[in-house]
């Protein structure tokens, strides 16, 4: 049973920091393209940051590049995306997503997609004021 489960949301002030992790479990396949996405309340899903587990580069859009890093634990299973300087516009729902067949280059050169990915996270809320 393929899971995917958020923690870490919650409430920031501007300029704060918060951490999501995003524990993937029941995974048959090692390599897959880990996208986080974020959907503000009337406006569409957008990926913001990606990267795939065979390793290399991320991929992150110009509004949160610089100030978020995602990571992961392989030996874990878990990838964390660390939200810094955190601004207003960053106030949204974030989800966690895996594409089994996303390969590395698509991963890491922006553009994703929602149907790109099988499997979500429950999603987490970020508010900040």
């Known amino acids: 049973h393929v899971q995917l489960v958020e923690s870490g949301g919650g409430s920031a002030q501007t300029g704060g920091s918060l951490t999501l992790t995003c524990a993937a479990s029941g995974y048959s396949y090692s390599n897959y393209c880990l996208a986080w996405f974020r959907q503000a309340p009337g406006k569409e899903r957008e990926a913001i940051a990606s990267s795939h587990t065979s390793g290399g580069t991320a991929y992150y859009a110009v509004s949160v590049k610089g100030r978020f890093t995602v990571s992961r634990d392989n030996a874990e299973n878990t990838h964390t995306l660390q939200m810094n300087s955190l601004k207003s516009e960053d106030t949204a729902m974030y989800y966690c997503?895996?594409?089994?067949?996303?390969?590395?280059?698509?991963?890491?050169?922006?553009?994703?997609?929602?149907?790109?990915?099988?499997?979500w996270g429950q999603g987490t809320q970020v508010t900040v004021s």
């Open positions: 997503a895996t594409g089994r067949w996303v390969g590395y280059s698509v991963c890491v050169s922006g553009g994703l997609t929602e149907g790109q990915f099988q499997k």
